[in-house]
């Protein structure tokens, strides 16, 4: 569906701040929507390297937001250097437009996975890897998808969606609110006519006039159809403590590709930690830095980027 960017090295690509550690860690401005960290293991030598793409909202390198800090990303790639993997984590696009003062409300999916391919285009040139995987996480995961193809060597989805946009938003207002019903006539107008005013008010979080470009451009992308075009290794992770993407969206994706590995994690939530408690306990974790990611967690992605 998009064609593979190639982009030279050298002028676009230009390193942001001092190196630190040896070269193991690099802060990168690839572009001027794509600033993120280049970990490498503390040799700075790697064969494979992971890309890792954010979900939803103001995310940043390390998987924290304005409102809520717990460097999920920084303690995986903190974890697989130390099993000799190297990992590139940017933040989302709308961080740099912020700080550039530019208007974030702008931004169409497609952005996104421009975003995606212009890292892997930028370490494709570079030459230092002999693999490149995608690893997408909640939202992050269809843009990997989008970005993967006829590009990278494999391929990690993590709590990632199996359904459309307007599918997803639809289930869960009417778990949550009983409003399934309005939010999916909302969605019909705004796919008809590209915009919707008549909509309950309810649901002007969701369907707010500056908001409505943004999810014209994501509703047409169905993961479970965009992960049969792959043709690489895929893993498929998810918890059961998820309360966000559930272990039927794993499952559903795990089915469209019947020959990718599918990893459930017992107890693991959303912002993959371990939760023994109730939904309180799941909604306060995701403040909470202090907790590990799941046991087993960073195992898994190591042993399927090793041998594959």
């Keep these: 569906m998009f064609c593979a960017l190639t982009v030279n090295a050298q002028g676009v690509f230009s390193k942001e701040g001092q190196q630190k550690k040896a070269d193991t860690l690099q802060k990168l401005k690839l572009t001027p929507f794509v600033h993120g960290t280049l970990q490498l293991?503390?040799?700075?030598?790697?064969?494979?390297?992971?890309v890792f793409i954010m979900g939803s909202g103001d995310v940043d390198r390390d998987g924290n937001q304005a409102t809520s800090r717990r460097n999920t990303f920084k303690k995986m790639a903190d974890q697989l250097a130390?099993?000799?993997?190297?990992?590139?984590r940017y933040d989302k696009r709308v961080i740099p437009m912020l700080k550039q003062n530019m208007d974030y409300r702008k931004i169409s999916f497609n952005d996104f996975i421009k975003d995606a391919k212009d890292a892997i285009a930028y370490f494709r040139n570079e030459g230092n890897y002999n693999q490149i995987f995608i690893a997408g996480h909640s939202q992050g995961s269809l843009v990997g998808m989008l970005a993967a193809k006829d590009t990278a060597d494999g391929f990690i989805s993590i709590a990632g969606?199996?359904?459309?946009i307007d599918e997803a938003i639809v289930s869960q207002l009417e778990q949550q609110m009983g409003m399934g019903?309005?939010?999916e006539y909302?969605?019909?107008?705004?796919?008809?006519?590209?915009?919707?005013?008549?909509?309950n008010k309810g649901l002007a979080s969701i369907f707010n006039e500056?908001?409505?470009?943004?999810?014209?451009?994501?509703?047409?992308?169905?993961p479970t159809e965009e992960i049969k075009k792959l043709e690489m290794p895929i893993l498929i992770i998810n918890g059961t403590k998820d309360l966000q993407v559930t272990v039927k969206d794993a499952e559903v994706l795990h089915d469209a590709a019947?020959?990718?590995?599918l990893k459930i994690f017992e107890n693991m939530n959303h912002v993959l930690v371990t939760i023994e408690g109730d939904d309180l306990e799941n909604a306060k974790s995701y403040n909470e830095s202090w907790r590990p990611l799941t046991m087993g967690l960073v195992e898994t992605i190591a042993n399927f980027v090793t041998k594959h």
């Design 258 to 261: 019947p020959e990718s590995e």
């Design 181 to 183: 019903k309005e939010a």
């Design 82 to 88: 130390k099993k000799g993997i190297a990992t590139f």
């Design 41 to 50: 293991p503390k040799d700075g030598k790697a064969e494979k390297l992971i």
């Design 186 to 199: 909302a969605f019909n107008a705004l796919r008809k006519d590209g915009k919707v005013t008549d909509y």
């Design 161 to 164: 969606p199996s359904t459309t």
């Design 210 to 222: 500056d908001l409505q470009p943004f999810l014209l451009s994501w509703m047409p992308y169905n």
